[in-house]
Structure formats: structure tokens, C-alpha cells
């Protein structure tokens, strides 16, 4: 399939491309990431154009995962990126250090999420959310973003070096579960 830009009051999210690979790159060395993410580490610019310039665009044309770009509206610099992974049609994210804690994330993840249950993912009732036990900010943006916590069988995510590390997981349905804020208690807290 062909690109799709999501427009929100504050963002566009549209394709990342080769331009962006110098914040790419920058991004992508942040301590956080080799903690909670899967992405090479250590990060170099290499990595950053094989993202870009390869995988990005492929797995847009393929359907295989959906990849926006986080920018401030009406478009500049990126910010972070955000993607729907088929087939489970698990959502992922990552925000670049200095834009964090405006809630840039959560309404990005808002939008892609309610874009790809309107029917941009064709025929996903139900997306997939999991993070790194101990994660609260993506949990956060999860739970804002109208996801409920499940205690599946496997509650794993795969680590880096192919290891299965504890951890979240979550769903967000349509319709949405009125219990959805509530099951996120045990770990965030009532607020
Ligand atoms: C997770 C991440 C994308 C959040 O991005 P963000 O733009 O800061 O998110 P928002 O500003 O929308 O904040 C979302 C929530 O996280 C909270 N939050 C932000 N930083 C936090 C931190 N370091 N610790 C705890 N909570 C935090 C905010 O208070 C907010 O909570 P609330 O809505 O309940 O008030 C960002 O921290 C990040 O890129 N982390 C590293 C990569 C990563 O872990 N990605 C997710 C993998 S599953």
C-alpha cells in the first residue's frame, strides 16, 4: 500500500525518509532504547539509512508494518516514529529525548490507533501493544491511548539478542472496554 499521512491538532505523521536519518541516528543512541527496544545497538548512521532507506519503504509497499514519522504540524523535523507491525497488528513508538512529556506520544498514538481501527488496517478489529516490563512511560501512552492490560500465557517480548524478556501487554478493541483505564491500576496506579 501507498503511504498514509494522519493529521492531528498538533502533528503530521507522514513517511520518514532518507532526510531524516541525522535525527534518526540521534535518536536512536539514547541509553532508553537499548533497554526497552529492539533496534541495533549500538546505533550507528549506517543503521539509520538502512531504516529509512530500506526498510521503511518496503514494508509500507509489502503491508508488512506501517511507519509514520512524528513531526509538528504542518510538517519539519522529525520528532519520533510510530508503526503498526503486522500480522498482529502491534503498535510501537519511540520519541525522541527532547520532545518528551508534552504528550506528543499519546496523541500520535491516538490518532494511528483509531486510524487503523476505522479501516486502515484492513480487517483489524483488535490492536497489540507490549513493552518491556518496567516501561511506565509506554505504558502510559498505552493506557491514554485507550488500551486494556491482558495477562496472556507468554508474558514476553523478545530482547535484543533474541531473548524473551518479562513483559506488558495490552489491547485496544473495538469497541473500546469501558474497563480499559481501570486495568492498568495494579502497575500505574488509579491516575
Ligand atoms: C514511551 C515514550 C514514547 C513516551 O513519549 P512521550 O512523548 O514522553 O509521551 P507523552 O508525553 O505522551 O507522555 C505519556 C505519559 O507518559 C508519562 N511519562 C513520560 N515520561 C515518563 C517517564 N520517564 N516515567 C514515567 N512516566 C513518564 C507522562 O506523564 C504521560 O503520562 P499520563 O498521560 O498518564 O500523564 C518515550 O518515553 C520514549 O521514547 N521512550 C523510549 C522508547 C520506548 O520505550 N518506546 C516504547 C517501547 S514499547
Given at each position: ?22 535525527r ?33 519503504p ?54 494511528v ?37 491482558i ?41
Amino acid at each position: 500500500m501507498r503511504p498514509v499521512a494522519i493529521r492531528t491538532a498538533r502533528l503530521v505523521l507522514d513517511e520518514p525518509t532518507l532526510a531524516d536519518a541525522d535525527r534518526v541516528a540521534e535518536y536512536c543512541r539514547d541509553p532508553l532504547f537499548e533497554r526497552y527496544l529492539t533496534t541495533p545497538w549500538p546505533y550507528s548512521r549506517a543503521d539509520a539509512e538502512a531504516f529509512l532507506g530500506v526498510f521503511v519503504p518496503e514494508s509500507w509497499a509489502s503491508g508488512t508494518e506501517r511507519t509514520w514519522a512524528i513531526r509538528r504540524a504542518p510538517g519539519g523535523e522529525l520528532l519520533g516514529v510510530i508503526g503498526v507491525r503486522e500480522p498482529r497488528h502491534e503498535i510501537g513508538y519511540w520519541m525522541g529525548a527532547a520532545h518528551r512529556g508534552a504528550g506528543l506520544m499519546t496523541e500520535a498514538a491516538v490518532a494511528v490507533a483509531d486510524w487503523a481501527l476505522a479501516g486502515g488496517v484492513r480487517g483489524a478489529t483488535t490492536l497489540f501493544w507490549r513493552a518491556v516490563e518496567g516501561n511506565v512511560a509506554s505504558a502510559r501512552v498505552a493506557r491514554a491511548a485507550g488500551f486494556r492490560r491482558i495477562e496472556p500465557a507468554d508474558p514476553t517480548v523478545p530482547a535484543r539478542d533474541g531473548d524473551a524478556l518479562p513483559a506488558w501487554h495490552a489491547v485496544r478493541t473495538v469497541p473500546a472496554d469501558p474497563r480499559a483505564f481501570e486495568s492498568w491500576t495494579d502497575i500505574l496506579g488509579p491516575g
